[in-house]
């Protein structure tokens, strides 16, 4: 793990931002349960090792200019915002199994199989059905 510089202060530890963090906490709840996202959203947020930055104004309208920049990529707006996060923390590695990263210049960990590229980021969602507002 890298040791992060944000906004004046030192990290050591796993880097994410709201907007994924926002993104899991719901695919939990689409997955599992209501109960199983809010005891996932409250474990990341008491966790110790975990470092949330959040987007904010300034790192939201960046994201949305990779995002327009990026009309040949299958990239969220929720990836560009990664994408700004990391280089702004100036951090080379994704602990990750999405091919965007790696096709935005990062390094991916762990190096090996990644989940095929698809359009709404869940592959392993895609297919299942969605019944009184649960999966599976």
């Known amino acids: ?3 992060l510089g944000s ?3 030192t990290t050591r530890g796993v880097v994410t931002t709201d907007y ?4 899991t906490i719901t695919l939990i ?3 599992h349960s209501h109960r199983k996202a809010v005891e996932f959203a409250d474990a990341s947020l008491a966790s110790k ?5 959040h987007v904010g104004k300034e790192g939201f309208a960046e994201a949305l200019e990779v995002f327009k920049q990026s009309g040949d990529k299958a990239w969220s707006l929720t990836d560009c915002a990664s994408f ?3 280089r702004t923390l100036g951090v080379h590695q994704a602990f990750a199994f999405d091919p965007r990263f ?4 990062f390094d991916m960990v762990p190096q090996g199989p990644t989940v095929p590229d ?3 980021g869940a592959p392993w969602l895609a297919d299942r059905p969605i019944k009184n507002g649960h999966c599976c």
């Open 29 to 31: 709840m689409l997955a």
């Open 1 to 3: 793990m890298e040791t």
């Open 20 to 23: 994924v963090l926002d993104e």
């Open 84 to 86: 700004v996060t990391m």
């Open 118 to 120: 698809d359009p709404i």
């Open 49 to 53: 090792i975990l470092a949330i930055e």
């Open 102 to 105: 790696k096709q935005a210049g």
């Open 7 to 9: 906004k004046g202060s």
